[in-house]
C-alpha cells in the first residue's frame, strides 16, 4: 500500500498562485501514475492532472495553461503548481496514485481562492 501525504493548500486570492506537495510512501518509479482530483462542493470529483512514469501529462480542459504537474523522483513527490487562480478553483484537492492495479489517496487538501 503506498501511504499519500498532501499539503500546500490555503487561501489565496483570484489571479495568485499555490504549490500542492504529494509526497510517496515509496519510490514513485514504482508507481504507474500519480495525479490530482479535486471535489468541490455538492460537485462530482473531477481529475485536474495526471503524471504518467513514462513523463506522460495529461489535464482537464479547465486547467490547462494554469497548472503544471511535476515530480521529484528523489523526494518521491509530486507537485501541482497553480498559477492564475480563478474562485471556481475552489474545492478539496486529493492527491492519487495508481500501481499494480490498485489506487491510494491523499486526505486532502482545501484550496480556496476568494477575494
Known amino acids: 500500500q503506498v501511504q499519500l501525504v498532501e499539503s500546500g493548500g490555503g487561501l489565496v486570492q483570484p489571479g495568485g498562485s499555490l504549490r500542492l506537495s504529494c509526497a510517496a510512501s515509496?519510490?514513485?518509479?514504482?508507481?504507474?501514475?500519480m495525479g490530482w482530483y479535486r471535489q468541490a462542493p455538492g460537485k462530482q470529483r473531477e481529475l485536474v492532472a495526471t503524471?504518467?512514469?513514462?513523463?506522460?501529462?495529461n489535464y482537464a480542459d479547465s486547467v490547462k495553461g494554469r497548472f503544471t504537474i511535476s515530480s521529484d523522483n528523489a523526494k518521491n513527490t509530486v507537485y501541482l503548481q497553480m498559477n492564475s487562480l480563478k474562485p471556481e478553483d475552489t474545492a478539496v484537492y486529493y492527491c492519487?496514485?495508481?500501481?499494480?492495479?490498485?489506487?491510494?489517496w491523499g486526505q486532502g487538501t482545501q484550496v480556496t481562492v476568494s477575494s
Open positions: 503524471l504518467t512514469s513514462g513523463s506522460s501529462t
Open positions: 515509496r519510490s514513485i518509479f514504482t508507481i504507474y501514475a
Open positions: 492519487y496514485a495508481h500501481y499494480s492495479g490498485h489506487n491510494s
